[in-house]
């Protein structure tokens, strides 16, 4: 039997809510992740899936209920508990003229670890080097991070999050502007970072290159989680489909 102190990131009777919005989006949520897990989560438009990763970043109003990610309440500790996540997520727009490129833009992942005011140092710039090279984007990290096409600025938030060090990392969409070759290469990357111990959580509504190892499927419906459990790959889609047409 495993304890609550196996579970890196802990969701117990959550509700939460955007400011100002009538109603909880997020209702009676219990989720509980283990480090290694590899975690799809599925639903229909409006389901509340970016809601949930941000309710476990902890960036939305909890009204009732605790998350823990690392052992720290995300509401209480935010800024400690923020420095463990990885996000990457869902929108993202940058100006053609946003004034940093790919590089600059990789090592913000590490602002949690050196501080804003401080010099960054040589582990620093290996761990941008290599989160560049793992995403293929050796050739362009000189270049203005608002030129690139709209894949190339989703692998750059993805390398600025694997240089991050995370202790787990959240998804949202991350396959969305990637071609197939992109999507595959992506995640297998993913899938080694879940092997080293690294819960990989991805909202995703794509399930063509999903890494062979048991993953984990949530559903989400109307802000409630209706289907959790571990699934080999090629069931995935089966799974996430006839739940969300069930409920
Ligand atoms: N900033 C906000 N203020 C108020 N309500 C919001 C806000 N953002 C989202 N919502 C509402 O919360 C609900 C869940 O939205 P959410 O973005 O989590 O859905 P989703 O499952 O990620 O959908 P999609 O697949 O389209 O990305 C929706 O009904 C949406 O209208
Ligand atoms: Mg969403």
Aim: with cysteine.
């Amino acid at each position: 039997m495993t304890s609550g102190k196996d579970h890196i990131i802990r969701l117990s009777e959550v509700w939460t809510t955007y400011e100002g919005a009538d109603l909880p989006v997020i209702r009676d949520v219990n989720l509980q992740i283990k480090p290694g897990e590899f975690v799809v989560i599925g639903g229909p438009n409006g389901a509340g899936k970016t809601t949930l990763l941000e309710t476990i970043a902890g960036l939305l109003p909890v009204v009732n209920g605790t998350v823990h990610v690392c052992g720290l309440d995300v509401v209480k500790d935010g800024c400690c508990a923020r420095k463990n996540i990885g996000y990457v997520i869902q929108n993202f727009d940058f100006h053609p003229y946003t004034p940093f490129t790919v590089e600059e833009v990789v090592l913000m992942g590490r602002f949690g670890k050196i501080g804003w005011l401080k010099r960054h140092t040589s582990r620093d710039l290996e761990k941008v080097a290599s989160a560049i090279s793992q995403l293929g984007l050796t050739s362009m990290q000189k270049n203005q991070i608002g030129k690139l096409s709209g894949g190339q600025q989703q692998k750059v938030l993805i390398a600025q999050n694997l240089a991050k060090e995370p202790e787990i990392l959240l998804l949202d969409e991350p396959f969305s502007n990637l071609d197939m070759i992109t999507r595959e290469e992506v995640c297998n990357l993913l899938c080694k970072v879940a092997d080293a111990g690294i819960p990989v959580l991805i909202v995703s509504h794509a399930f063509d290159a999903l890494p062979d190892r048991d993953i984990r499927v949530v559903v989400m419906q109307h802000g409630e989680i209706t289907l959790n459990q571990l699934s080999h790959p090629s069931k995935v889609e089966e799974l996430v489909r006839s739940a969300s047409v069930a409920a």
